[in-house]
């Protein structure tokens, strides 16, 4: 039974920066291909970044990219995302997902951008 587990969210002022964690079991990362995604009040949900098992491509969306990071640590079976240079329109509910090979995704984690 896959599981998957974020956390990391917090409330921090613009520009601030948080890592989010994500705990997978019952698979291993470096199988599949996975990502992040937010959910924003009042907004569509929108995939931010994700990772190719393939070859191990990275993709941002336009909204965070040069400013978020996605990585994995194969040992640890978890993934992350470190957010830097946050703003208001950064606050949602994160969640990671993975595609094995249809999409699994658990509870989310909130983050809270203040001006």
């Known amino acids: 039974d896959v599981q998957l587990q974020a956390s990391g969210g917090g409330s921090v002022q613009a520009g601030g920066s948080l890592t989010l964690s994500c705990e997978a079991s019952?698979?291993?990362?470096?199988?599949?291909?996975s990502g992040w995604f937010r959910q924003a009040p009042g907004k569509e949900r929108e995939i931010i970044a994700c990772i190719s098992r393939i070859d191990g491509a990275t993709y941002y969306s336009d909204s965070v990219r040069g400013r978020f990071t996605i990585s994995s640590d194969a040992v640890k079976n978890f993934m992350y995302l470190q957010m830097n240079n946050l703003n208001p329109d950064d606050t949602g509910v994160y969640y990671c997902?993975?595609?094995?090979?249809?999409?699994?995704w658990g509870q989310g984690t909130q983050v809270t951008v203040s001006s």
């Open positions: 019952g698979l291993s990362f470096e199988n599949y291909a």
């Open positions: 997902y993975v595609l094995a090979p249809t999409p699994h």
